[in-house]
């Protein structure tokens, strides 16, 4: 009998290549590193017949921060301006020469308050002793220091641009206006030199006012309002 095409000797199959079209006979997947033939499914866990792709590149990181949106309605950006800066310089330095000025006068308290009962007995007409106008000296140094520590915490949120205490600093700059001014005339007691230092105090807070009074001043306050109430500030 003729063989039939396609088998060896003995009946037994030969390595004829599969016929066209139809898929190759099951068998051994191909060795470790060899692509697979043409036809033959991939083995799982086997590289592509073109290696695996590249690894994607490492994540470069966090991007800019978005800015602050321009949109409808967005104010444009505002810098801290001058005005508040020169604003806020001048109630520190009125803070600053204040306290020079209490140190002076508390390094010779006996003479501060002689000069203290003699300007008001002269003025007032009553008789104020010594061990009065001593006790009224130290309890006016307490409260002195207490207002120091208050007028620095309002000028620091002055300074980030909170609107309300801008308004605090133009009512305690006020307070010290008239009181200065009282002061100045009737203030005989005071040395030559811390009546200089109460002139220097008077144009410092009367600056200090003013200038947080100015349209740029009035402007910024606006914009930190907006950026807080944006989540931005």
Known sequence: ??????????????????????PPAPG???APGYPPAPGYPQQPGQP????????PPA??????????PQGYGA??????????LAGTVAFIAYIVLGLIASAIQFSNTDDLVRRAVDAANSQSGAHLTEAAARNL??????IGLIFVALECMFIWFAWTGRNWARIVLWVIGGLNI??????????????????GLSICEF???????????QKPANEWYRYRKWQRATGQG
């Open 1 to 22: 009998m003729t063989e039939g095409h396609g088998s060896g000797a003995h009946g037994e199959p030969g390595n004829q290549p599969p016929a066209q079209g139809y």
């Open 28 to 30: 051994y997947p191909p």
């Open 48 to 55: 592509p017949a073109g290696g695996w792709p590249p690894a």
């Open 59 to 68: 994540y470069p990181g966090y991007g800019p921060a978005p800015s602050a």
């Open 75 to 84: 104010p444009p950006h505002l810098e801290r301006p001058t005005a508040v």
């Open 137 to 142: 000296v130290v309890v006016g140094a307490v």
């Open 178 to 195: 008239v009181s200065g001014v009282i002061a100045l005339g009737s203030g005989s007691y005071l040395s030559g030199f811390l009546k």
């Open 203 to 213: 144009v410092l807070v009367l600056v200090g006012v003013v200038m947080l009074a």
